[in-house]
């Protein structure tokens, strides 16, 4: 049995966490920390656990190095406070934030308004989306889950990366649930201003555009600007991603298809489907569905679900502890989605 | 492993079946019919399926009495047509349907309107609410899986019931999200319709009252009228129950939740919360969280949550499964809820 | 002109208040107060009133005296520090909160657990509910506006009251959109934890179970008791109440009808419909839509919808207004809800 | 006062004209013809209706030739059916339908699928947009009024491309509530589906695409391939549009944002805000507000929310009737947004 601990177990991810590892047959939780909830039942504050943990928050780990792998569910600016010390005592680390996703100090920076304090550990954080990083996962000791919006668009657009196919800019439009931003209440996310809105924030400056900017560089091509927008909707869990793909003159979609498929025959959580996806499909999951279309002349869309706690948080964590310890990349994520 | 097949798998009960029998470790799905759909894939109707199973919807069962165990989850009316040669067959039946759950034919004809066909082996059937009848369902050849309402308002009542608490009228005012409405679009559940409105139905008819009564009643105790009261509210899953029950004077509400707690270390599936119980944490899941409280000098309100689908429905006829074959009462049914 | 002005403007109620002065025919806005937000176009704060309302917030009224009437829409147990200085200046009131509902001062401290500060003037305060207190509201200087569970339970109840038709207990079950709990975020109304979620809340405590009381007392009568329970539904606006009343018996559910449908003769907001009202019909409206049915052999459903901000608040607070200052009820509410 | 009559009031099309010609203080209501509730009350279909409209619904017009203005709110395909003979008895005629908008019957007979059996009248329609072509509208005898994405997608637009700072592709992604597919029931808007889901559709060939082409090609300029994607999001009214616009390099969006502050000055229902637009802002009212920023280095995002049944439908088709009669454009409009 894998050892795991939870740094941060009171928010959202830290929640889908626990929900995922108290049925995982090979891992066991350890201890859960919360600052805010230390001496409080974790089944108290999240009643879904009732009968599967019976356990108290704490409100540091006790004894890091005894894990075999601790997740920090930590928010971000936070997590560089709490990895080194983990990194130190000899734990392989998956960080749900975003504190090591951008590979150097000065993107980050930029992005984040804020200095790294932990740079040096930057060149150890492998990206942790399994489908393009598998290998180098495998090995890591640090690695940095992908962010929620990143997820879905690049598991969209890979596959036409890969072909070469992309002639031109690709234009992102993600549409996320509110659990995305939080458990902590707020103007964005009170249901009256929220439940009849869409809407559109972070224009031009989100966070997740940098990663995936970096994750389609990294598989190279000669391709335009990515401009990406999330938008808040209605859902509670779920991203749905229309990308906009310029393509390269006389590319035929037919052909493409063909390379989305290999992809999704290559990797379990990602399938390829006719029609569109739908959200229902993969609520609760660590599923990814993708189809895509022209959507008119020259433009591609290529659409894609996810719920965004689960493969776009910790069921991407799970995975990733699963390909870390040779364990079947599935195990504990055998659920369908929730369909209706 | 038990050998199970699904009569009538194209509605959301259907699905909710083959949801959690793709990762039954001890059951295996031999057929599922469709009329309206034989020679599509489940999984191309049923795309949360994608993945965990690989078979085409076929007309009528092969050869029924290679099951160990059917499902029917066909229509009121149709149940009683088909579950008849299933029983002659010497297969063991859990029927969805409200053919079998009300006793009688003058009941049955009463409430659904239409003469039973089958009246013959109504006392056969067993009421299968596993935490009312766990013993006689270990030895039926014939359950009747109880109706979402009656899951979620029994769950709620039954131990005030057994204390002989309650002292005069019982009113039952049920929340359900649209799922419980099936799968067939209507003026109902039309979504600019059904999503900004709560709607009472069926008031004073709704053929789950006689289920209700007929459950109370078998426990005894001197009450007054049970008034059922179903509405419509814009969820998807989920049934919140208020149970309004005039007390017997004199009786104190820490005596009764006493009742609720043995209650609920008698049955795993059934959770006694402090405070409000919240349909989140049942989502997706077998389980129902119940809370009592003084609602006014002389009037108890029992609240209860279930999903409407699971344990209201489809996850009930599998712990009725288990508890047929004498497997764990939990096996397949390990999942937390949802939780966000 | 009638000279309004309007002492907080910052929460739903005092936005409620402006949607519909700014269209009224014959009253006009003087000042529009907000704490926190003095020194901000209201427009900015709420922006539908873009092109309506040029005007900036104020932090307290430059000239009470000079208004006609003064709308408090401030927080229960802070209207009672503004009003009397108002009364004083000599101008009309209508307080939007619960402080001068309850008719004395020992009724308000048991249900809002503090001492009212201002219990002389309680005897002054007329109880808003203009279907119930007509006359008087147009001789009062204070009008005590209803909170809004008690407007859509009373409507609903009035005329089988007046009827003396109650023989028992009633159940008041309510249903409210989460405008209800106002403009300031927080768990209860977070869009992930309200929008999948039915919630009861404040069980057998909440503040307007007394109004309700108190009021079908002053009708007369000889019944049992009153249980009011509210739940939380994921609706933005709306109010959806069923009640549950034990009839005397051998009442005539006809006779009944009679009776409602002579109250929706004399009040031209109260409409009495065939079938099941629908909060969609009254949206954004001041109507309140009412229906009956036997929920049971003895027991009679009673259905009302309103909209909880407009009838449910200022709606009714500016039909007090149209009566204190004799203008036609409906001016300023001539607006069909609105349908879809 | 205006006489207008409506030829098909039984969708959500007819109800918002009803809403909205109730109360309009130079209009009057004659005639409202329903061929599937012919001889039904309309505020028993309507409910929102009630106390405002005592008539019923008629097979076909009396007399088309007694009104000065027929609103047909007929089905695409079914107007071109009935327009000719309104033309020929002397009405005006503001068409709701797609029938009139393209201008030629090619186009048509491309996206709409069938021949256009009233071509000889394309010629005569006016585009009824009325913030593009105000002048022509005023003159017009037959006015296709226009769809309800190619509002909020033009009105986005129009300051940018008379701008001429289009400098590549446009990319529109609109977000619709449920009630844009009309009153009757179907999958695609059956609540269970609906309301967890966002499903783009009509991807690459939504009829609302030539349209928004059309409009932006009649400016002038020089650009790139217009890509139009909706998605049909858990809202009931509502459109939320993003549009992406690849702009001319150099090009400085605060001298853009003067554009747009012109046109919302122009144009009364256009209203140019800081920030993000939100729909609640602009419910069951005939406003659009609009709002852009920089989504990258080299696009801009213009974005804008409209009540898709008001601005994006009969609001503007009132709007029109205003012009072609020389009233205040504003007459009968003057509602803010429901706001909560």
Partial sequence: MIKASIVGGTGYMGFELLRLLVRHPQAQIVE????????TKVSSL??????????????????????????????????MDVVPSLLDAGCRVIDLSGDYRLGNAETYEKWYGKKHSDAGNLSK????????????????????????????????LIPVARAKAIGGDVVVDSKSGSSGAGASPGDFTHHPSC???????????????????????????????????????????????????KLVKGTNIDDLKKHYRAFANENHFVKFVDGIPRITSVLGSNYCHVS?????ESMMAAFSVIDNLCKGGSGQAVQNMNVMFGLDEKAGLDIPGLGV
Same sequence: chains 1, 2, 3, 4.
């Fill in 125 to 156: 954080a492998v990206y942790g989306l399994t489908e393009l990083n598998r290998a180098k996962i495998a090995e890591a000791q640090l690695v940095a889950n992908p962010g929620c919006y990143p997820t879905g668009a690049l598991l969209a």
């Fill in 32 to 39: 859960v920390t919360s600052r805010s909830n230390a001496g």
């Fill in 292 to 296: 895509i279309a022209m959507a008119s």
């Fill in 46 to 79: 999240h009643p879904a656990l009732n009968g599967f943990l019976d356990m108290d928050f704490i409100p540091e780990l006790t004894d890091p190095g005894s894990n075999d792998v601790v997740f920090v569910a930590a928010p971000h600016g936070a997590s």
């Fill in 195 to 245: 439940a009849p809105n869409v809407t559109p924030y972070n224009v031009g400056k989100h966070r997740h555009t940098p990663e995936i900017e970096m994750a389609l560089k990294s598989i190279g091509g000669n391709f335009g600007e990515t401009t990406f927008t999330p938008h808040l909707v209605p859902l509670v869990r779920g991203i749905q991603t229309s990308c906009y793909v």
